[in-house]
C-alpha cells in the first residue's frame, strides 16, 4: 500500500532563534525515521517524489523565514532535485536566478539561507547566477547545460523560471547534435572507468554500464532535443514503444530501490555496491538473511537488470543518432536476400516480419558470420529482435532446423567471432539453450570471480576464438597452433560453453555440465567419439589447471598421473586450449607468465609422455635421468663459453644432488654455478635476484651455509617487502649448504624490475640472514574487501610414494603474511620445508607444502595430526 503523505507532517519552527536549528534538525530526522520504516512495503517511486516533496516543503518555509519571497529572485531545483526525486543520500543542487543583480543586503539574506542549510546538515550545491549568467555557464560545459534542462520552480519568482525556460528553449548553448555527441562521448569515458562491463563485483549503481546515468543519458537527449520536461516524450514521439517504456521504467525504478537501501544502510550517500554493504543491502530488499545466497540472489537480478538497460540504451541512442545526426538512406542498402541487407556495415530487417519464423533468428547470425563487413545491428532490428525473443514459447533448441543452423554457425570460421558476442548481448542464446538462461547474471560471492558466469563463458569463447584469428597468434602461438591443426575446432567452443554451465545449481557443476553437453550432442546429432571427447572436456577442465598450479609438476609420479588421465594426444590438445581460455576468461589479474610458463611446461612433458605409447595401451615411463642430463650439458656449454673450465665446473657439481639438476633449467643451473664458483665462503649468502628463466618472474636464488628454518626468515622478509611466493624449492647440497630458489612476484602479478628495490631486497636479506636486523613481524591488516570473507582453514595430507617427504595442502583465507606465518610453525613443530606452491584463489589460498620431519623422513600419522592442530590454531584463532 502506497504511504499516505498526510502520515508525515512537520512541524516547522515558528521563527528563526537560537533554537530553531535543533527543532528543524528533529524534523528532519523524525522524517528520515518514517521514509526508512516505509521502505519496507512503500512503492520507490512514491518513495523518492515524496522526498523531493518533503524538502521542497521544507526549502519554501526557509525562504520565506528569511523573506526572500519578497525578493525578485527565483530559487529552482537542478539536476536530480530537479527530476523531483531525491535518495536518502542524495545532494540537493539549487539554483538561485535573478534578472537584475541583488543588492549586498539581499545578498547577504541568501548567504544565511545557504548557510542554515549546511547548518541543518543538508548537503547541498548551489549556484546564485543571472539568466545571462547560466547560458554563459551552459555554452562552457556540458554538465552544467544538462543540470539546467531538468530545472525546476521550487518557490519565488514564477516568471523568472519561466524565462530562463524560454532561454534553454530558444536560445540553448548547445545544439541536439553536439549535445547528444558530447553526452555520448561522456558515456563511453564513464564506461570506460569500469572496464566497458556491467559484471563488475562491486558496481557502481548510478555509473556502472546499465546502471541509472545510462537511463538519465536517454532521458537528457530526448528532453533537450524535443525540448520538453518529461521522459514519456519517448513514446509521444515514438522514439520508444510503451512496452519498452515501461521496461525502462521498471529497471529504474529497481536500480533506485537498490540505491535508496544502500544509502539507507550506508547512512550517506553512497553509490557503490561493495562487499562491505552486500549482505545489509540483500536485507532490505527482501533477499533474507543468508549471507551470501541472499547476495548471490540480489545480484543476479541486478545483472539481469543492467543488460536491459545497456541494451535499451544502445537500440535509442542509435535511433536518435539517426534523428539528430542523419540516418541512412535506406535505398543505399546491399541486399542479402528477401529478409536481410546490410547498410552502413550494419545487418538490418528489409521487413518488420523478418523474424515470424524463429529459424530466421539462427539464419541471421550466421549471415553476420557469412559477411566479414557487418560490424553491429540496425537499431530498428534490434526492436524487431527484442519482439520476437518475446514472443517464443519454446527455446529455439527444440526445433531441429534451428538445431542445424546452431551447428554451422559453431562450424564457421567466424561463428564464435562477432555473431556469437551479438547473440550474448541480445540474449538469444539464453533463448537457444535453457541451460544458459539459468546461469545469465549468476554470480559467486567471491574474489576470484570477476565476471557473472554467462559472461566469465563467453569471454572463454571469445578467447578461445582469438586463437583462430591472426593478429592474436603471437599472444598464445602453441594454443593457436594446436587449434590451427584439430579437424574440429566446434569441439572445443562446445566444451567452453558448457564447461562451468551446471553451476548455481548445487552439486559438483563438472559433473552436472558433462551431463547436460550429452544431452546436448544427442539432441545435435554429434557421434560418440566428438561426444565423449567433449564430454571429458567438460568433467576435466579443471584438472590441467590444478595439476599445474596446485601440484609438483618436477615429481614424474604427477606428470605419469595426468598423462594416464588425459590418455591420448587430442585430449591433451583440446584441454590445453581450453585451460589457457579459461583461467584468462576468469580474473583480469589471474593470468601471468609464470601460470603460462608452468601449463606449457605440463603441457610438454606430458606430451613427451604420451608419445611413448602411440595406441595409449602402454604405460609409459617419464625418463629423468635424460632431462638431467640434456640440462647439465647445456648448462656446461654456457659456462665452458663464459671461461670456466670443465674440471671445476665438475667438481663443484659433484657437491649437488640430482634433484637440484632436475627441477632448474639449464640457465639457472649455469647462472647459480658461475656465482657461486666466484664466490668465497666468507661472503655468504649469495643473493642473486633476476629471471633466468625467461619466464616473466623475478627469481630469488639464495646460497648459504645450511642453517635450519631459513625459508621462514625469507618468507618474513619477502611479505615485508610486499613480495608474493609463488614457487619455493627448498634443497641442500651434499656438504652442508643450502641453494633455494624462490619465484615472486609483485602484488599486482608483475615481476620485481626496479633496480633500487631489488637492491633493497638484497639488503634486507643480508642483514637478516646474517643476524644483523631481526626477522620482520607483519603488521598489516586485511583489506576492506577481505575482511567480508570467511575461509575455515583446512589442512588435508596427500598420499605419496616417496619415503622422505610428506605434502600436504593448505586452504585458508588468504592474508599478509600468511606463507611467513605458516613457516613460522612450520619451524616451531621442527618439520622442515622442502618446497612449496602457492596459489591465490580470490579471498582463498590454495598452497602445497612438501616438507619432511628433522630425520628427513616422511611425518607419521601423529606428526602429521600435530601439524594439521598447530596450523589450524595458529591461522584460524
Known amino acids: ?256 530501490r537498490i540505491r535508496y537501501a544502500l544509502h539507507l544502510e550506508v547512512g550517506k550517500c553512497e553509490d557503490r555496491l561493495l562487499f562491505d554493504f552486500q549482505p545489509g543491502v540483500a536485507s532490505r530488499l527482501g533477499y533474507g538473511n543468508e549471507g551470501k545466497h541472499s547476495v548471490e540472489l540480489m545480484m543476479k537480478d541486478y545483472f539481469k537488470t543492467v543488460l536491459q538497460v545497456s541494451e535499451l540504451n544502445r537500440m535509442l541512442l542509435q535511433f536518435f543518432e539517426q534523428a539528430i545526426l542523419g540516418g541512412h538512406d535506406l535505398a543505399d542498402a546491399e541486399e542479402i536476400d528477401a529478409d536481410f541487407a546490410i547498410l552502413s556495415e550494419q545487418i538490418m530487417a528489409r521487413h518488420d516480419q523478418v523474424f515470424a519464423q ?221 585451460t589457457v581460455a579459461d583461467i584468462r576468461a576468469t580474473n583480469s589479474t589471474l593470468w601471468n607468465n609464470w601460470k603460462a610458463t608452468l601449463l606449457e611446461e605440463l603441457y610438454h612433458a606430458t606430451s613427451t609422455l604420451l608419445s611413448q605409447s602411440s595406441d595409449g595401451d602402454e604405460q609409459p615411463t617419464y625418463d629423468v635421468r635424460t632431462r638431467i642430463n640434456e640440462h647439465k650439458a647445456t648448462a656446461m656449454a654456457l659456462l665452458l663459453s663464459a671461461g670456466f673450465e670443465q674440471q671445476q665446473v665438475n667438481a663443484l657439481w659433484g657437491r649437488f644432488t640430482a634433484d637440484y639438476f632436475y627441477r632448474h633449467s639449464a640457465e639457472q643451473v649455469a647462472w647459480h654455478s658461475q656465482h657461486i664458483l666466484n664466490i668465497s665462503g666468507e661472503h655468504l649468502p649469495l643473493i642473486l635476484i633476476g629471471d633466468e628463466n625467461k619466464q616473466g618472474t623475478t627469481e630469488l636464488f639464495i646460497y648459504h651455509h645450511e642453517e635450519s628454518h631459513l625459508f621462514a626468515a625469507v618468507a618474513a622478509v619477502l611479505d615485508s617487502q610486499r613480495l608474493s611466493i609463488h614457487d619455493a624449492q627448498i634443497l641442500a647440497t651434499r656438504d652442508g649448504y643450502v641453494m633455494d630458489t624462490f619465484v615472486v612476484l609483485q602484488h599486482d602479478g608483475k615481476p620485481l624490475t626496479d633496480s633500487q628495490r631489488i637492491e633493497e631486497l638484497k639488503q634486507h636479506l643480508f642483514d637478516v640472514l646474517l643476524k644483523r636486523r631481526n626477522v620482520p613481524v607483519n603488521q598489516r591488516r586485511l583489506s576492506r574487501r577481505m575482511r567480508n570473507f570467511s575461509v575455515k582453514t583446512r589442512v588435508k595430507f596427500l598420499t605419496s610414494r616417496h619415503q622422505g617427504r610428506t605434502a600436504f595442502e593448505l586452504v585458508t583465507l588468504d592474508r599478509p603474511g600468511l606463507v611467513a606465518k605458516l613457516a613460522a610453525v612450520l619451524q616451531q613443530s621442527d618439520v622442515t620445508l622442502l618446497a612449496a606452491k602457492i596459489t591465490t584463489i580470490g579471498e582463498q589460498a590454495e598452497d602445497l607444502f612438501i616438507v619432511t620431519s628433522a630425520q628427513q623422513r616422511a611425518l607419521t600419522d601423529e606428526q602429521q595430526q600435530h601439524l594439521q592442530a598447530q596450523i589450524i590454531a595458529a591461522l584460524d584463532h
Not at 551552459?138 to 547545460?145: F, H, L, Q, S
Not at 557473472?452 to 563463458?457: K, L, P, Q, R
Open 358 to 578: 524463429p529459424q530466421n533468428l539462427l539464419r541471421f547470425f550466421l549471415l553476420i558470420a557469412e559477411h566479414r563487413q557487418i560490424k553491429g545491428i540496425h537499431s530498428h532490428t534490434i526492436r524487431l529482435l527484442r519482439n520476437a525473443r518475446a514472443e517464443l514459447n519454446d527455446p529455439l533448441s527444440h526445433d531441429s532446423e534451428c538445431r542445424q543452423l546452431f551447428k554451422q554457425l559453431l562450424r564457421h570460421p567466424r561463428g564464435c567471432g562477432l555473431p556469437f558476442a551479438l547473440m550474448h548481448h541480445h540474449s538469444i542464446l539464453a533463448h537457444y539453450l535453457p541451460q544458459w538462461r539459468q546461469i545469465v547474471g549468476q554470480m559467486q560471492f567471491d574474489l576470484f570471480h570477476a565476471y557473472t558466469v554467462d559472461e566469465h563463458t563467453f569471454r572463454l569463447v571469445r578467447n578461445l576464438y582469438r586463437y583462430s584469428e591472426a593478429k592474436y597468434a603471437a599472444e598464445f602461438p602453441l594454443c593457436a597452433e594446436l587449434l590451427h591443426r584439430m579437424a574440429k575446432p566446434e569441439l572445443l567452443y562446445i566444451a567452453g560453453i558448457f564447461h562451468d554451465i551446471a553451476k548455481g545449481r548445487g552439486g559438483d557443476h563438472s559433473e552436472l555440465g558433462e551431463m547436460d553437453v550429452r544431452n546436448f550432442c544427442y539432441q545435435h546429432d554429434y557421434s560418440d567419439g566428438d561426444t565423449e571427447l567433449v564430454a571429458f572436456l567438460v568433467r576435466q577442465h579443471l584438472l590441467m589447471s590444478v595439476t599445474a598450479q596446485k601440484r609438483d609438476i618436477h615429481d614424474p609420479d604427477v606428470i605419469r598421473e595426468f598423462a594416464r588421465k588425459m590418455g591420448s594426444q587430442q585430449r591433451l590438445d583440446y584441454l590445453y586450449c581450453l
Open 1 to 256: 500500500m502506497l504511504a499516505d503523505s498526510s502520515l508525515f507532517q512537520p512541524r516547522w519552527p515558528a521563527a528563526l532563534d537560537e533554537h530553531a536549528v535543533n527543532a528543524y534538525r528533529e524534523q528532519i530526522q523524525a522524517y528520515n525515521d518514517w521514509a526508512e520504516a516505509q521502505f519496507v512495503t512503500d512503492d520507490i517511486d512514491h518513495l523518492v517524489h515524496h522526498r523531493a516533496a518533503f524538502f521542497d516543503q521544507l526549502l519554501c518555509h526557509l525562504w520565506q523565514q528569511f523573506k526572500l519571497d519578497q525578493a525578485p529572485l527565483a530559487l529552482l531545483a537542478v539536476g536530480g532535485f530537479g527530476r523531483q526525486t531525491l535518495h536518502p543520500g542524495s545532494d540537493i543542487d539549487l539554483l538561485v536566478t535573478y534578472q537584475q543583480r541583488p543588492t549586498p543586503v539581499l545578498e547577504q539574506q541568501i548567504s544565511r539561507f545557504i548557510t542554515l542549510l549546511w547548518d541543518l546538515r543538508i548537503d547541498i550545491g548551489h549556484a546564485v547566477r543571472s539568466i545571462d549568467d547560466c547560458m554563459l555557464q551552459a555554452a562552457a560545459d556540458i554538465t552544467i547545460a544538462t543540470n539546467l534542462i531538468e530545472n525546476r520552480l521550487i518557490c519565488g519568482e514564477q516568471q523568472l523560471a519561466e524565462t530562463l525556460q524560454q532561454r534553454i528553449n530558444y536560445d540553448f548553448p548547445w545544439q541536439s547534435r553536439d549535445f547528444y555527441q558530447a553526452k555520448c562521448e561522456e558515456q563511453q569515458q564513464r564506461h570506460q572507468q569500469y572496464h566497458g562491463t556491467s559484471y563488475n563485483l562491486e558496481p557502481n549503481i548510478k555509473s556502472s554500464p546499465g546502471g541509472l546515468r545510462d537511463v538519465q543519458t536517454i532521458g537528457w537527449i530526448a528532453k533537450q532535443h524535443f525540448k520538453t520536461k518529461t521522459d514519456e516524450s519517448l513514446v509521444e514521439y515514438r522514439y520508444i514503444s510503451a512496452e519498452e517504456f515501461l521496461e525502462l521504467r521498471d529497471c529504474q525504478n529497481f536500480l533506485w
